[in-house]
């Protein structure tokens, strides 16, 4: 009987953050769908929706507001929330698999691999899928480096993987900036160029199915595996010896990040940020368990990077890249983190 | 419960660290293995959980084995029990596991056992060096493993603390757990085990029990310092320590 107190000693004190969490996610969702250039109201925007379940008789709206709503910001909302969801997994999956707060898609290279193996993609090829199948293979490829470079030194620390990551990623940067130096001018920069800084300007139903097929199930692997990541937490040497069997823990734990990346990246190009500062935040709330970090840095992502994109479209007359934003907000948000956990452990190792 | 035979391990050409092993350590035994750095300890105890190869020889060890580290960093806020559950389920077979109520139950008796029942729900972080080690004692016990091996277990830690880990490694002998213990203090030996193994340089070693093995002779090789086994009274009646000796003419202030 203690046994199953337990479990539900831990769940139970963590319920509230959930139910305020997936609450706070509606409403952010739902207000998102009437702010923007176009005026549509809240209540319109609500009642269009619900008209599609259930016909509501004596409101009017045009059809103008419906195709906003209904096209434009619906897919838009779905996609950046199904994005920022998978970057937070995948954030949290990498700090507690390389037992390293200081690690995300992005600082981990796979995030420049896969903006490579998109932008290729894009100017060679151009269907959704393809972006995804290069950013996925380009992502590994990046990761793998990173791991080898790490492996140099004969204990992989704390900063020899950021540094790796840092340095691997600027190296794929650096291969981007040679594809946009021989990209045409006239059609296909743009595209690289708006697409590399981010952005859910293109959302549409089908990017929402490609998510869903990408980050959904890659993401439940994920939470399958979070009691694994506990233990990795550990460190690579302990996990092992509790009887782990690290390195298929490890490469299990890096396709899916991997495949959460490259779907993200197909959609809405290189985001940055969600996926170090999210993590943090939710572990703020839940603590460091992965079965309901994982979870709850899932919801976190949705909010945030909703928010973000709201902020994106409707702060300015044109729209602002995803990542200056994610920067202008992450920067601050992991400084005061920072301060407050007194380096978040980065004095341990 | 382990036996070596011709166990012998040296890393790519280099001298062999330990050669011709052959010991049998039988179940419900307390071994402390000794020997100064760089002699293979903590290498002979990674082989018996399986985590490097020996170079030539077997070794066979039927069952779980459950460790204790010298200490164990933890970056995250990890409850105790989070901890110790880890060592209750992490063993188990397939990838998407995850505890559940019987490992929630052994863990808890496993803290009880080593009188840590309080701190189940303290960070494991922000407990005393000692205590973590207790802790960490509670995770092998709750594996459920026949065999626990400690590497240097008080090492990094201060006397009373160290004294904490001791005096539960001496009740935990008599509860049928085989223990095998490496560690830089040979009254540890005196303390706790039914046989020594010493692992000396140059690849020798020497294993048999307390009184036969640790020999002033044998001491004194092992460290390359003069050491005696001294018995002395004391309120508890006759105790054995060991000293580290100097010859009365060379002692400081001695000399006329």
Same mark, same amino acid.
């Given at each position: 009987?203690?046994? #199953?107190?337990?479990?539900?000693?831990?769940?139970?004190?963590?319920?509230?953050?959930?139910?305020?969490?997936?609450?706070?996610?509606?409403?952010?969702?739902?207000?998102?769908?009437?702010?923007?250039?176009?005026?549509?109201? =809240?209540?319109?925007?609500?009642? #269009?929706?619900?008209?599609?379940?259930?016909?509501?008789?004596?409101?009017? %709206?045009?059809?103008?507001?419906?195709?906003?709503v209904?096209?434009?910001?619906?897919?838009?909302?779905?996609?950046?929330?199904?994005?920022?969801?998978?970057?937070?997994?995948?954030?949290?999956?990498?700090?507690?698999?390389?037992?390293?707060?200081?690690?995300?898609?992005?600082?981990?290279?796979?995030?420049?691999?896969?903006?490579?193996g998109?932008?290729?993609?894009?100017?060679?090829?151009?269907?959704?899928?393809?972006?995804v199948?290069?950013?996925?293979?380009?992502?590994?490829?990046?990761?793998?480096?990173?791991?080898?470079?790490?492996?140099?030194?004969?204990?992989s620390?704390?900063?020899?993987?950021?540094?790796?990551?840092?340095?691997?990623?600027?190296?794929?940067?650096?291969?981007?900036?040679?594809?946009?130096?021989?990209?045409?001018?006239?059609?296909?920069?743009?595209?690289?160029?708006? %697409?590399?800084?981010?952005?859910?300007?293109?959302?549409?139903?089908?990017?929402?199915?490609?998510? =869903?097929?990408t980050?959904?199930?890659?993401?439940?692997?994920?939470?399958?595996?979070?009691?694994? =990541?506990?233990?990795?937490?550990?460190?690579?040497?302990?996990?092992?010896?509790?009887? =782990?069997?690290?390195?298929?823990?490890? %490469?299990s734990?890096?396709?899916?990040?991997?495949?959460?990346?490259?779907?993200?990246?197909?959609?809405?190009?290189?985001?940055? %940020?969600?996926?170090?500062?999210?993590?943090?935040?939710?572990?703020?709330?839940?603590?460091?368990?992965?079965?309901?970090?994982v979870p709850?840095s899932?919801?976190?992502?949705?909010?945030?990077?909703?928010?973000?994109?709201?902020?994106?479209?409707?702060?300015?007359?044109?729209e602002?890249?995803l990542?200056?934003?994610?920067?202008?907000?992450?920067?601050?948000?992991?400084?005061?983190?920072?301060?407050?956990?007194?380096?978040?452990?980065w004095?341990?190792? | 419960?382990?036996?070596?035979?011709?166990?012998?391990?040296?890393?790519?050409?280099?001298?062999?660290?330990?050669?011709?092993?052959?010991?049998q350590?039988e179940?419900?035994?307390?071994?402390?293995?000794?020997?100064?750095?760089g @002699?293979?300890?903590?290498?002979?105890?990674?082989?018996?959980?399986?985590?490097?190869?020996?170079?030539?020889?077997?070794?066979e060890?039927?069952?779980?084995?459950?460790?204790?580290?010298?200490?164990?960093?933890?970056?995250?806020?990890?409850?105790?029990?989070?901890?110790?559950?880890?060592?209750?389920?992490?063993?188990?077979?397939?990838?998407?596991?995850?505890?559940?109520?019987?490992?929630?139950?052994?863990a808890?008796?496993?803290?009880?056992?080593v009188d840590?029942?309080?701190?189940?729900?303290?960070?494991?972080?922000?407990?005393?060096?000692?205590?973590?080690?207790?802790?960490?004692?509670?995770?092998?016990?709750?594996?459920?493993?026949?065999?626990?091996?400690?590497?240097?277990? @008080?090492?990094?830690?201060?006397?009373?603390?160290?004294?904490?880990?001791?005096?539960?490694?001496?009740?935990?002998?008599?509860?049928?757990? @085989?223990?095998?213990?490496? @560690?830089?203090?040979?009254?540890?030996?005196?303390?706790?085990?039914?046989?020594?193994?010493?692992?000396?340089?140059?690849?020798?070693?020497q294993?048999?029990?307390?009184?036969?093995?640790l020999?002033?002779?044998s001491?004194?090789?092992?460290?390359?310092?003069?050491?005696?086994?001294?018995?002395?009274?004391?309120?508890?009646?006759?105790?054995?320590?060991?000293?580290?000796?100097?010859?009365?003419?060379?002692?400081?202030?001695?000399?006329?």
């Amino acid at each position: 009987m203690n046994g #199953i107190n337990s479990i539900l000693n831990s769940l139970g004190a963590r319920f509230g953050f959930f139910a305020l969490a997936s609450l706070l996610c509606l409403l952010i969702m739902i207000s998102s769908l009437a702010i923007g250039r176009f005026d549509v109201s =809240l209540g319109t925007a609500v009642s #269009i929706l619900i008209d599609n379940l259930i016909p509501i008789q004596g409101v009017s %709206w045009g059809l103008a507001e419906e195709r906003v709503v209904e096209l434009v910001r619906l897919p838009r909302i779905l996609v950046a929330g199904i994005a920022g969801a998978g970057l937070g997994v995948a954030g949290a999956a990498l700090q507690s698999l390389f037992r390293n707060p200081l690690v995300a898609p992005d600082i981990l290279g796979i995030a420049p691999g896969a903006g490579f193996g998109g932008a290729l993609a894009i100017m060679f090829v151009a269907t959704s899928w393809a972006t995804v199948l290069s950013s996925f293979v380009f992502g590994l490829i990046a990761i793998v480096l990173v791991m080898s470079v790490a492996r140099f030194t004969t204990r992989s620390s704390t900063l020899t993987l950021v540094l790796a990551g840092v340095v691997i990623g600027a190296f794929f940067s650096a291969l981007i900036s040679l594809l946009t130096y021989i990209a045409d001018v006239e059609s296909e920069l743009p595209a690289i160029l708006y %697409w590399l800084l981010g952005s859910f300007a293109t959302a549409n139903y089908a990017k929402v199915a490609l998510l =869903l097929f990408t980050v959904l199930p890659a993401s439940v692997v994920i939470v399958g595996l979070s009691f694994r =990541l506990n233990v990795m937490s550990l460190g690579e040497s302990e996990a092992a010896a509790l009887g =782990l069997d690290v390195s298929r823990v490890r %490469w299990s734990v890096l396709l899916a990040v991997t495949v959460i990346v490259a779907g993200a990246v197909a959609v809405a190009g290189v985001i940055g %940020w969600v996926g170090l500062v999210v993590p943090h935040l939710a572990r703020l709330f839940v603590g460091p368990s992965n079965r309901v970090l994982v979870p709850a840095s899932a919801l976190t992502g949705m909010a945030f990077l909703i928010l973000v994109d709201t902020l994106c479209r409707s702060l300015t007359a044109a729209e602002i890249p995803l990542s200056v934003i994610t920067a202008l907000i992450g920067a601050p948000i992991f400084i005061l983190l920072l301060r407050r956990a007194g380096g978040l452990g980065w004095s341990h190792d | 419960m382990i036996k070596l035979s011709g166990a012998s391990v040296r890393y790519a050409g280099g001298p062999w660290l330990f050669r011709n092993l052959d010991v049998q350590i039988e179940a419900g035994e307390t071994v402390v293995l000794l020997g100064p750095n760089g @002699t293979g300890k903590t290498t002979l105890l990674k082989i018996i959980m399986g985590l490097e190869a020996l170079t030539e020889g077997r070794v066979e060890c039927p069952g779980r084995v459950g460790h204790v580290p010298q200490s164990l960093n933890v970056l995250f806020e990890f409850s105790v029990l989070d901890i110790v559950v880890m060592g209750a389920a992490a063993a188990s077979k397939g990838l998407f596991v995850t505890p559940g109520p019987a490992d929630y139950q052994s863990a808890e008796a496993a803290l009880i056992q080593v009188d840590m029942g309080e701190f189940r729900d303290r960070v494991f972080a922000s407990l005393s060096g000692g205590e973590r080690q207790l802790v960490l004692l509670a995770r092998a016990i709750a594996s459920g493993a026949g065999l626990i091996l400690l590497d240097e277990p @008080t090492a990094a830690l201060d006397l009373a603390n160290e004294e904490k880990v001791l005096a539960m490694l001496e009740r935990l002998r008599s509860s049928g757990i @085989t223990l095998l213990m490496s @560690t830089h203090n040979p009254e540890h030996a005196l303390r706790l085990a039914d046989r020594v193994l010493l692992l000396g340089r140059d690849g020798n070693y020497q294993f048999g029990s307390v009184d036969e093995t640790l020999t002033d002779r044998s001491l004194s090789d092992l460290y390359g310092v003069p050491l005696s086994r001294i018995q002395i009274e004391s309120d508890q009646g006759p105790l054995a320590i060991i000293a580290r000796v100097q010859r009365l003419e060379n002692a400081p202030g001695e000399s006329r």
